[in-house]
């Protein structure tokens, strides 16, 4: 794939295509715990300012860990940050 092409929603479906039978037979709650884990892991790295690269790998962990979650609960993110974020009833400075 073109790297210009590359979406949310191609990378959700690459996690998707590669994983998702493992990851639905794991189930939320364990699959909850792993983000949990890249999470702190990014945490870590960002206060111990570690260099870039591992930096950046941790955010690639997170974003690949919150696409299964994503996925296994039937969630769009490409559709859900659209309708959040940049549709008419997004409210501007919410999160």
């Known amino acids: 794939m073109d790297p210009q092409s590359r979406t949310i929603a191609s990378f959700q479906k690459h996690i998707f295509d ?7 037979a794991r ?9 949990c884990e890249e999470f702190g892991e990014l945490a870590r790295a960002l206060a111990r300012k570690e260099d870039k690269k591992n930096i950046e790998e941790e955010f690639a962990d997170c974003i690949a ?3 299964t979650l994503a996925n296994i609960n039937d969630v769009d993110l490409s559709a859900a940050i659209e309708r959040k974020y940049f549709s008419a009833e997004a409210k501007d400075g919410v999160k």
């Not at 590669?18 to 639905?24: H, M, P, S, V």
């Not at 189930?27 to 983000?35: C, E, I, S, V």
């Open 18 to 24: 590669k994983y998702e039978a493992t990851d639905r």
């Open 27 to 35: 189930g939320t709650p364990a699959t909850w715990l792993w983000f």
């Open 65 to 67: 860990w919150l696409c």
